[in-house]
């Protein structure tokens, strides 16, 4: 079986598995990673206008757009903290240390995937960052960005 590529003008050479990806690096906590890019869509199909649009807006201001969701990521974990490190009891140290400042968040916190889902034309430009997390390796934490902006944190959920 053979895997499906396309080139885009926009966002380069794309493969298609679970989307069109392709990997790229990302600095986030103060450290690059490697990450995948994903835009979601079927094989045979090109990406849609709405998410080259969103990504092309993203590629041009990436370090703001990952600086705001630091910000919000390092919120959402302090709000967040108290009652993980109740639930986890004795593993709370090693699984959910407390966190004072962005770049302590790299310990507990790992990005895998930058997502430019397929949504409707009024929602503004959608792209959301993926991470696992120590806490929760099932679900993991999610950030939505609408037009560069944190909408959400929370679980993947909010970018799957």
């Given at each position: 079986m053979s895997v499906?590529?396309?080139?885009d003008e926009v966002v380069g050479e794309l493969t298609f598995r679970d989307g069109w990806e392709r990997q790229d690096?990302?600095?986030l906590f103060d450290k690059v990673h490697d990450i995948t890019v994903v835009f979601e869509g079927e094989p045979g199909e090109r990406i849609d206008d709405s998410q080259r649009k969103a990504y092309s807006a993203f590629d041009s201001d990436r370090d703001?757009?990952?600086r705001r969701?630091?910000?919000?990521l390092l919120e959402y974990y302090q709000g967040i903290s108290a009652e993980v490190r109740m639930r986890l009891g004795e593993t709370a140290?090693?699984?959910a240390p407390l966190v004072a400042v962005v770049a302590d968040l790299s310990s507990i916190m790992?990005?895998?995937?930058?997502s430019f889902p397929l949504d409707f034309p009024d929602d503004g430009r959608v792209m959301g960052l993926i991470l696992d997390c120590?806490?929760?390796p099932g679900r993991g934490v999610g950030v939505r960005l609408v037009d560069e902006r944190v909408r959400e944190v929370g679980t993947q959920d909010v970018i799957l």
């Open positions: 499906e590529s396309i080139r690096s990302i600095r703001v757009c990952f969701a630091e910000q919000a140290d090693q699984l790992t990005p895998t995937h930058v120590t806490w929760d």
